[in-house]
Nanobody, 115 residues
Framework: QVQLVESGGGLVQPGGSLRLSCAAS????????MGWYRQAPGKQREPVAG???????NYADSVKGRFSISRDNAKNTVYLQMNSLKPEDTAVYYC?????????WGQGTQVTVSS
């Protein structure tokens, strides 16, 4: 069983930045894929970014060039650096971990982009 705890969400103005953290209860270098999904009100949960043990990263088209995912094996933590935030980025962001697709989820952290 893998436990994931997110932090770093909050309220930010358009154009601002936030960094989300996801702390895992196991060594993150033992997890093939980790990353982030998000769910806006009234919408389905959608993938945002993922990173493999080899360091390969993938991003949704809507966040390419603005978001960056990274992992710190020493801290068992995965990060999502979000820059140039837009109102449409407002959502609950969920960390996931799994072998190929998400097997474990965090509780979610709210990100609100508003002036």
């Amino acid at each position: 069983q893998v436990q994931l705890v997110e932090s770093g969400g909050g309220l930010v103005q358009p154009g601002g930045s936030l960094r989300l953290s996801c702390a895992a209860s196991v060594r993150v270098d033992s997890i093939n894929v980790m990353g982030w999904y998000r769910q806006a009100p009234g919408k389905q949960r959608e993938p945002v970014a993922g990173i493999t043990t080899g360091g390969g990263a993938n991003y949704a088209d809507s966040v390419k060039g603005r978001f960056s995912i990274s992992r710190d094996n020493a801290k068992n933590t995965v990060y999502l650096q979000m820059n140039s935030l837009k109102p449409e980025d407002t959502a609950v962001y969920y960390c996931f971990a799994g072998a190929v697709r998400p097997d474990y989820w965090g509780q979610g952290t709210q990100v609100t982009v508003s002036s």
